[in-house]
């Protein structure tokens, strides 16, 4: 067995690689993974859709099995089979990677490892709308006793492991975490508000999601005609595509041609978050969301729903309000209670940005190698709830 210095061969098989917070998550390890020596190569059942020229500058190998169909993904089992060969250990992340990933890997005779990042199985469906807590449930309980680690990163998804039958024994909490040096340097590249044509004294909200209900856009539509009301001259940046985007463009024109901007993908989202005033997602379900933690690693106060482990992060940082999920009016008024006071703003900034260290993507990265080689030596799995507690780690202080 390798000593602490060991360098592993690992297969990251995932769904795909766009620009959601699973993928962005796994694109943060990938490349930490790499640049601490190890050997990495991401397999996607599906297709890539980002721009994979970071992940090759850091030595990450990408494939793409572009299986879209049920049969073409039975099929990728043997394409999974034949890279695991090559790998030490085989990393799945989300439904249904989790499922064809682990075949794969178990026919390889590889140690495999799966990261949850249910929003709640209710919200999972398939693309015709069925949902498939049923067939999640079974194969969880009768693959999850195969599985190395099940990696959580909400502490909620915990009990929600053990009811489906995953052994407990078997489940470690490794939180999501963001590059939070480069992602400060980042935001000092721009966009600004004077590009975007929105005047300096113009609250400013962010909302950073695809556009589906979950995600609650038209929560933030009705929430800021009130706050356009009450406090003047309010705008949103939308950030994000998806099936409910035409809907939510419908009713934020009735709030007037510059209420909303609806700025679709984009790889200069931490400019347009440091640009904000909040960042905001009144969602229906969550794991723990990247789009937050992007916010408050940049000072940015968050208002969102007391879904998933959002509660959970805002009391490590107190960067933000959480409310009901089913409220907007309790949205819209912590909404306007942080815009109108800037005490209260500078507060949750200063808090959030000092907190950032905790949810650093190096973190994460030294966690997940710790539980990779926990897998591949058949040892006991390492546990990481003391370096979240309130005390832990040491604050960075925000500049003045």
């Known amino acids: 067995m390798g000593g602490p210095n060991q360098k592993l061969r690992i ?12 993928e962005t998550q796994l694109v943060h390890l990938a490349i930490g993974l790499a640049e601490n020596g190890h050997q990495v190569e991401i397999l996607a059942i ?18 793409a099995v ?11 089992v043997g394409t999974i089979f034949r890279h695991a060969r090559r790998a030490d250990v085989v990393h799945c992340t989300g439904w249904d990677a989790t499922l064809w990933g682990r075949l794969g890997a178990l026919l390889a005779r590889r140690p495999m490892l799966i990261t949850e990042h249910t929003p709640g199985r209710e919200l999972q469906v398939s693309r015709s709308g069925d949902r498939r807590v049923r067939l999640i449930n079974l194969h969880n309980w009768i693959l999850g006793r195969f599985t190395a680690a099940n990696i959580v990163v909400a502490q909620w998804q915990i009990k929600l492991l053990e009811d489906e039958g995953v052994p407990a024994a078997s489940i470690v909490h490794i939180p999501n975490a963001v590059p939070v040096d480069e992602l400060r340097r980042r935001s000092t590249e721009g966009p600004t508000r004077e590009s975007l044509g929105i005047p300096d004294a113009v609250k400013v909200l962010a909302h950073v999601a695809r556009f589906s209900p979950q995600k609650g856009q038209a929560t933030t539509v009705r929430a800021l005609g009130r706050l356009r009301e009450e406090l003047g001259d309010v705008r949103v940046l939308f950030v994000g595509e998806g099936q409910e985007q035409g809907a939510v463009e419908t009713a934020a024109a009735d709030l007037g041609p510059d209420a909303a901007y609806f700025l679709g993908l984009r790889d200069d989202v931490p400019g347009l978050l440091a640009l904000a005033d909040l960042a905001v997602l009144p969602s229906l379900g969550e794991g723990l969301p990247m789009s937050l933690i992007e916010a408050l690693a940049l000072g940015t106060p968050v208002v969102a729903s007391d879904v998933g482990d959002i509660p959970w992060l805002l009391e490590r940082w107190d960067g933000g309000v959480c409310v009901d999920k089913d409220d907007w009016e309790a949205f819209e008024r912590a909404c306007r209670s942080i815009l109108e006071d800037p005490v209260a703003h500078e507060r949750l900034s200063r808090r959030g940005y000092e907190g950032a260290s905790r949810f650093d993507a190096d973190g994460m990265t030294r966690r997940y190698e710790a539980v990779f080689k926990a897998a591949v030596e058949g040892g006991p799995l390492p546990r990481f709830e003391a370096e979240f507690e309130a005390d832990a780690g040491t604050p960075t202080l925000r500049p003045a």
């Open 11 to 22: 297969l990251l098989v995932m769904n795909g690689l766009g620009w959601a917070g699973a």
């Open 46 to 63: 599906g297709s890539t859709t980002i721009d994979l020229e970071p992940l090759h500058a850091a030595g990450v190998k990408t494939t």
């Open 66 to 76: 572009f299986a879209s169909t049920r049969f073409a993904k039975v099929r990728s």
